[in-house]
């Protein structure tokens, strides 16, 4: 059974920087296209950055050079850098993954389509 796990969110003030995780476990993080998706209070999920199998990289035009998607492959981990962060930027915030290669490398767009999601760390900044 899939289980992804994220952690590292919390309340900072704008201009400030967190990293969130998301631990898999049984799934290997790099097989299809997974990455990270927020939701803000009132607003409708997004795409925030995604990876796909080829390590090609999507990033939302909102947080391009200031968020960062990675992955530790020794620890099945995903990661999600977020620097400069701005009170926009609050939301509730998934790991989300396509077990079964649906979404081609396209689950940036097709989110609704994927087959893991966690249960999301929030992510609040202050003005």
């Known amino acids: 059974q899939v289980h992804l796990t994220e952690s590292g969110g919390g309340s900072v003030q704008a201009g400030g920087s967190l990293r969130l995780s998301c631990a898999a476990s049984g799934y290997t993080h790099d097989n299809y296209c997974r990455g990270w998706f927020r939701q803000a209070p009132g607003k409708e999920r997004e795409g925030v950055a995604t990876i796909d199998s080829d390590g090609i990289t999507v990033y939302a035009d909102s947080v391009k050079g200031r968020f960062t998607i990675s992955q530790d492959n020794a620890k099945n981990t995903l990661y999600l850098q977020m620097n400069s962060l701005k009170p926009e930027d609050t939301a509730m915030y998934y790991c989300?993954?396509?077990?079964?290669?649906?979404?081609?490398?396209?689950?940036?767009?097709?989110?609704?389509?994927?087959?893991?999601w966690g249960q999301g760390t929030l992510v609040t900044v202050s003005s």
């Open positions: 989300a993954a396509d077990l079964t290669g649906t979404t081609g490398d396209f689950c940036f767009t097709l989110y609704n389509e994927l087959d893991a």
